[in-house]
C-alpha cells in the first residue's frame, strides 16, 4: 500500500502551475512544464541544484522541445507510438523517491529526480545533455541539504583560508 503523497508548498505550487499548462496546451511535455514551473515557483532546492550544476533551465527547455520534435517526426514516419512521461507517472516517481529517502513530503527535488528517472523522456534527455543526471542531482542534493537554511535559501558559505 503506497500513501498519498504529501507535498511541500512549492512542490504543490509547481504541479499546479504544470496541471494549468498542460490543460492549456494539452500536447506539452508534462516533464517540460514541471521544470518550468519548479524554476518559476522560487527558491528551492531543485532550483539550488540547477545553481549548483550550472544549468540553464531556459536552454533545457529548448532543448527538450527540440528532442521532443524531433522523437516525434521520426517515429510517425516509422508508425511507432512515442510516449513522454505522464504528470501522474511523475508524481508517482516523485513520492516513490520521497518514500526511499525517508521524507514525509515530497519537495521540489524529488520532482526532479522523477523526472530524471524517466529513461525515454526529452526533458530527461536534455537534462543529461546540460550535465544534470541522477547522480550528480543526488550529490548535489546531498551537499545542499547541508547547507541549506530554514528560510528556503542556500546558507552563506564560510570562507576558510
Known amino acids: 500500500?503506497?500513501?498519498?503523497?504529501?507535498?511541500?508548498?512549492?512542490?504543490?505550487?509547481?504541479?499546479?502551475?504544470?496541471?494549468?499548462?498542460?490543460?492549456?496546451?494539452?500536447?506539452?511535455?508534462?516533464?517540460?512544464?514541471?521544470?518550468?514551473?519548479?524554476?518559476?515557483?522560487?527558491?528551492?532546492?531543485?532550483?539550488?541544484?540547477?545553481?549548483?550544476?550550472?544549468?540553464?533551465?531556459?536552454?533545457?527547455?529548448?532543448?527538450?522541445?527540440?528532442?521532443?520534435?524531433?522523437?516525434?517526426?521520426?517515429?510517425?514516419?516509422?508508425?511507432?507510438?512515442?510516449?513522454?512521461?505522464?504528470?501522474?507517472?511523475?508524481?508517482?516517481r516523485a513520492n516513490e523517491e520521497a518514500l526511499m529517502h525517508g521524507e514525509r513530503r515530497v519537495g521540489t527535488e524529488q520532482l526532479l529526480l522523477a523526472i530524471l528517472s524517466v529513461h525515454e523522456d526529452p526533458t530527461t534527455r536534455a537534462l543529461r545533455l546540460a550535465g544534470v543526471t541522477q547522480d550528480t542531482a543526488r550529490g548535489t542534493l546531498r551537499r545542499l541539504i547541508v547547507s541549506w537554511t530554514d528560510e528556503g535559501e542556500p546558507r552563506q558559505r564560510e570562507n576558510v583560508a
Open 1 to 92: 500500500m503506497t500513501l498519498k503523497p504529501i507535498f511541500t508548498t512549492r512542490a504543490e505550487d509547481a504541479l499546479e502551475i504544470a496541471r494549468t499548462a498542460l490543460k492549456r496546451r494539452p500536447t506539452a511535455l508534462a516533464s517540460a512544464e514541471i521544470l518550468r514551473a519548479i524554476d518559476a515557483c522560487g527558491p528551492s532546492l531543485a532550483r539550488g541544484m540547477f545553481t549548483a550544476l550550472e544549468a540553464n533551465v531556459s536552454e533545457i527547455l529548448a532543448q527538450a522541445r527540440e528532442i521532443h520534435m524531433e522523437r516525434k517526426s521520426e517515429l510517425d514516419t516509422r508508425r511507432l507510438r512515442y510516449q513522454p512521461a505522464t504528470l501522474e507517472l511523475l508524481v508517482r
